[in-house]
Nanobody
Framework: QVQLVESGGRLVQAGGSLRLSCAAS????????MGWFRQAPGKEREFVAA????????YYADPVKGRITISRDNAKNTVYLQMNSLKPEDTAVYHC?????????????????WGQGTQVTVSS
């Protein structure tokens, strides 16, 4: 059974930075791509960033490009989301997810395991 546990979310002022972490249990972490999604109050969940199994391929949603970086440490079974220049519109619950394959994807249907999420709140 795969478990994903996110951490690092908190209240931060606009313009600030956060690093979210997602620790994965189970074997073969490096055999799967990983992604981050977020859900703001009253809105549908949306794609944020994805990274391939090796970390060499990354994708970002347009609203976060240039401000957010996804990375992974396969030795630690952990994927990270470095968030800079945060804006109030970044306020959401951030979920990490494990893809079904090694290929990074922007689509929710391509992910089969999800974490419970960590709350990020950006004050203006």
């Amino acid at each position: 059974q795969v478990q994903l546990v996110e951490s690092g979310g908190r209240l931060v002022q606009a313009g600030g930075s956060l690093r979210l972490s997602c620790a994965a249990s189970g074997r073969a972490f490096s055999s799967y791509a990983m992604g981050w999604f977020r859900q703001a109050p009253g809105k549908e969940r949306e794609f944020v960033a994805a990274i391939s199994w090796s970390g060499t391929i990354t994708y970002y949603a347009d609203p976060v490009k240039g401000r957010i970086t996804i990375s992974r440490d396969n030795a630690k079974n952990t994927v990270y989301l470095q968030m800079n220049s945060l804006k109030p519109e970044d306020t959401a619950v951030y979920h990490c997810a494990r893809a079904r394959t090694i290929i990074a994807s922007t689509r929710e249907v391509d992910y089969d395991y999800w974490g419970q999420g960590t709350q990020v709140t950006v004050s203006s």
